[in-house]
C-alpha cells in the first residue's frame, strides 16, 4: 500500500470538534465532538433530551451551529444548508419518513441521484441527447438501489402504498443514491415491529460490508450495541462517554445516565 493511500485509510470520514448549541436559553450542546472511521457503523445515543438530534440536525445542516469546527474526508466544510451537506457527501434520512408521497418508489431514489447528475434545468427543459441518457443511467441506477434495499418489485409503487418498513428501505436507498461518503440515519428502528428491526439490521450489516460508513443515532440501545463499532453517548448536551459497545455498557456515568433518577 502507497503512503497516499495508507494516509487517506487513516483520515476519518467526519471529524467534529467542539460543537455548542443554544436555543434561547437552553445550552443543547456543549463542547461535543466525535470522529468517524471510514467503514465503521458509528451509534449516537442518550437519553430523551440528550441533545443527540441537536447534533445530528447540526452535522447534516438542518441547524447552524454556535461554535464547532467540521472535517470531512480531512478536508473542512461548513454544514450550512442540508442540500450543500448532501453535495458534500453526508445523506441522511428523517426520524419522521420524508418521501414523496405521490411519487413511485423508483422515482424517489431518481431524486437522489440528481445531486450527483449535470445536464441542468435547461437540458431537462429542451430533452436534450446528454439529458436522456443521463436519465436512463439514472433510472438504470436507482432500479438497482431498490433490488439493494429488497424493494425492487415495488418500484412503479407510489410511496405512500408502501408497508412502514419498505418506506425506511425506500429512504435508505434514496440516500444511498447521492454516493454518500457518510450516511446519516435518525431513528431508523422508530415504529418498526421486530420482523422490520431484523431486516434492518440486516440491510445496515450489508451496507457496512460493503465499504459505506454509517452514523446511526437510535433509541433502540440493544440495535445500536449490536450493531455499531463505536458509541458515543449524550446527556444534557453534554458528551459523557466515547468507545466500544462493551466499554461503553461498562461506563458508570451511561449507566446513572439510563437508569439513574437524574429526571430520565
Do not use: W
Not at 28 to 35: E, K, N, P
Not at 56 to 70: E, H, K, M, Q, R
Not at 159 to 165: F, K, V
Not at 182 to 210: C, F, S, V, Y
Amino acid at each position: 500500500m502507497s503512503s497516499a493511500v495508507a494516509s487517506s485509510a487513516q483520515v476519518p470520514v467526519l471529524r467534529v470538534r467542539g460543537v455548542s448549541k443554544r436555543f434561547g436559553g437552553l445550552q443543547a450542546l456543549s463542547d461535543v465532538g466525535l470522529a468517524i472511521e471510514r467503514g465503521q457503523v458509528y451509534g449516537l445515543i442518550g437519553p430523551n433530551g440528550a441533545g443527540k438530534t441537536t447534533f445530528f440536525n447540526v452535522i447534516t445542516g438542518l441547524y447552524a451551529p454556535d461554535s464547532g469546527s467540521f472535517e470531512l474526508d480531512g478536508q473542512p466544510y461548513r454544514p450550512s444548508a442540508v442540500h450543500e451537506v448532501a453535495r458534500a457527501g453526508i445523506a441522511r434520512t428523517f426520524q419522521n419518513i420524508r418521501l414523496f408521497a405521490d411519487m413511485t418508489a423508483l422515482e424517489n431514489v431518481m431524486v437522489g441521484r440528481h445531486v450527483r447528475t449535470g445536464s441542468g434545468v435547461l437540458g431537462a427543459i429542451l430533452r436534450t441527447q446528454v439529458f436522456r441518457q443521463e436519465e436512463a443511467a439514472i433510472a438504470g441506477r436507482a432500479r438497482e438501489l431498490l433490488e439493494y434495499v429488497g424493494i425492487a418489485r415495488y418500484a412503479d409503487f407510489r410511496a405512500r402504498t408502501l408497508s412502514y418498513g419498505d418506506q425506511r428501505r425506500l429512504e435508505i436507498a434514496r440516500a444511498l443514491a447521492t454516493d454518500p461518503k457518510l450516511i446519516a440515519l435518525d431513528e431508523p428502528a422508530a415504529g418498526m415491529n421486530a420482523t422490520e428491526k431484523l431486516q434492518l439490521r440486516e440491510l445496515i450489516d450489508r451496507i457496512r460490508r460493503d465499504g459505506r460508513t454509517i452514523l446511526l443515532i437510535e433509541h433502540d440501545v440493544k440495535l445500536v450495541m449490536g450493531l455499531c463499532d463505536r458509541v458515543t453517548v449524550l446527556d444534557y448536551g453534554k458528551l459523557i462517554a466515547q468507545g466500544t459497545p462493551a466499554e461503553v455498557q461498562r461506563d458508570e456515568r451511561v449507566i446513572e445516565a439510563y437508569l439513574g433518577t437524574g429526571g430520565h
